[in-house]
């Protein structure tokens, strides 16, 4: 049974799959990166940047959820990359 079409993941399973856990890991990286760290001493150059801490805080978190998401990303498509090379070897090395 060389067919692939059941081994498919539908793509809002995928999505779920990877900003939920990103989601998380933001919540954890904001909370230890700003317990160390002022937004305010953070700014470059002493930038004269008009931004509120909160809007900071929120920047910060949707940086860190873009980062843990894009790890996500590359680590669920190396599994899949990876269990469809091994049910290929498996497929072509059986008897039919």
């Known amino acids: 049974m060389n067919d692939m079409s059941g081994m498919q ?5 995928k999505c779920i799959v990877t900003l939920w856990p990103s989601f998380m890991i933001a919540i954890v990286a904001t ?9 305010s001493e953070l700014y470059p150059y002493n930038l004269d940047i008009e931004i509120n801490v ?3 805080y929120t920047l910060g978190f949707f940086i860190f959820w873009a980062l843990s998401a894009i790890s996500s990303a590359i680590t669920l498509y190396f599994a899949i990359t990876n269990c469809r090379k091994i049910h290929a070897d498996q497929s072509s090395h059986s008897p039919s």
Request: charged fraction near 10%; hydrophobic fraction near 55%; aromatic fraction near 24%.
């Open 9 to 13: 993941i539908p793509f809002r399973q």
């Open 31 to 39: 909370g230890l990166f700003f317990s160390a760290f002022d937004p």
């Open 54 to 56: 909160v809007g900071a």
